[in-house]
């Protein structure tokens, strides 16, 4: 009955806090709506993407007459290729590198002398690349390019192991096929919904942030009970230490689920953001969220001797688990990847956006089961620690 009261008493208190209102239930809404637009550009969207033009600078030999080598033509002419590769003759390496300086051509390519000829004889030739100012359509020529010379490579070397004769046998005898199938397949992560939007990938990040932001409310509320001494005097009432904890506890707890259905609801109502067909998942989730932050808040707590010293140590931990874990952004390293899966924000999240996607339900409780067993973890060390450290004036 006395934790209930004490939990009463910090959730009306924390209600009628114009900060708390402000930074756990408007905050996330403005972040989501900010990050939301600003970083849209990082994330996929319905439209077909459409590869811009290369221009590639062609230099060619002065012997060859002014030709094309008819391999590169070849290349040049592939139905694929023709929307993608626009080609220029220019006349010297020099004027080359002029016109990539001035970004006039993207991308330039420098012809030997007699290519297709000693190429087939075997003859040591070399294809020169120079690349443009513009990274990725350099990324596109070089896989051209590169791919082209792979291949020029292994055609030259079985001319030089097998014979010109025979290498030209054994193509003429092969069958050719008459509708070859397609190299690259595109697929969706998921049969219902191909990809998330900006809005909802930030929607379930702030919302995981605050949601462990929350412990912070509770973190300051025990220690500030300590340095402003008034826990002598709630001590000196008939309950235990663990009471007054365990009631504080409760009440930012309360709270926090109440900033959750205030986030999900407002992203929803105010930009559409869609959370999936799963709302009793979604709602573990979040209770998972608000245990984790608690527990995190105890530890906190029993280390800490100041409501400043704690603040700032819970306000690094919080936002170093949502940095690695890609809650500001996505992180295509590797090294944060893993360091990620080791924290809260990242199975959260995983499980947020496998909701979003309508994934299988087996895959979205796999990640669910994970944070549940993280929160496990962190309740039972902060249990113990409690048991170790005490809260006490």
């Known amino acids: 009955m006395n934790m209930m ?83 220029e003759i220019v006349a010297s390496r020099e004027e080359a590198e002029g016109k990539l300086r001035r970004g006039e051509v993207d991308y330039a390519v420098v012809t030997p002398a007699s ?22 359509l350099n990324l596109v020529a070089d896989t051209i390019f590169k791919t082209f010379i792979a291949d020029a490579n292994h055609k030259q070397a079985e001319a030089v192991v097998l014979g010109r004769d025979k290498v030209l046998a054994a193509q003429a005898a092969a069958p050719v096929e008459a509708t070859p199938g397609p190299n690259i397949t595109i697929g969706q992560l998921s049969e219902k919904e191909s990809t998330y939007s900006a809005a909802q990938y930030y929607a379930a990040a702030m919302l995981i942030m605050f949601l462990l932001y929350s412990g ?44 959750a259905a205030a986030i999900v609801l407002g992203s929803m109502w105010l930009y559409g953001v869609k959370w999936g067909p799963h709302p009793f998942l979604l709602t573990m989730v979040c209770v998972l969220i608000a245990l984790s932050s608690m527990t995190i808040a105890t530890f906190i ?9 704690a603040r700032g140590l819970m306000q690094a931990i919080i936002i170093a688990m949502t940095f690695v874990s890609g809650g500001f952004m996505p992180l295509p390293m590797e090294f944060f990847q893993k360091i990620g899966a080791f924290t809260v924000n990242h199975w959260a999240m995983q499980s947020m956006l496998r909701m979003m996607l309508d994934s299988e339900v087996h895959l979205i409780i796999t990640c669910v089961g994970m944070l549940a067993a993280i929160t496990a973890a962190l309740s039972a060390a902060a249990m113990f620690m409690y048991r170790k450290v005490g809260y006490h004036a």
């Open 301 to 309: 707590t029993l280390i800490s001797s100041t409501a400043a010293g």
């Open 115 to 136: 290519f297709d000829e000693r190429m087939g004889q075997g003859d040591e030739v070399k294809l020169e690349l120079l690349p443009g100012r513009d990274r990725n």
């Open 216 to 259: 912070l409310m509770a973190s300051s509320s025990l220690l500030g009970e300590r340095e402003s001494k008034t826990l002598y005097r709630l001590q000196s009432a008939p309950v235990t230490p663990g009471t007054i904890f365990a009631g504080k506890i409760i009440g930012c707890t309360l709270i926090t689920l109440a900033q």
């Open 5 to 87: 009261i004490i939990a009463w008493f910090e959730l009306r208190r924390m209600v009628t806090s114009r900060s708390v209102l402000i930074n756990q239930f408007l905050l996330p809404l403005i972040l989501i709506f900010i990050l939301g637009n600003a970083l849209s550009g990082w994330f996929g969207n319905d439209q077909e993407f459409k590869q811009q033009p290369v221009r590639v600078g062609v230099v060619l030999s002065p012997t060859d007459g002014g030709q094309l080598p008819k391999s590169i033509q070849a290349l040049m002419n592939t139905p694929a290729l023709q929307d993608i590769l626009v080609q």
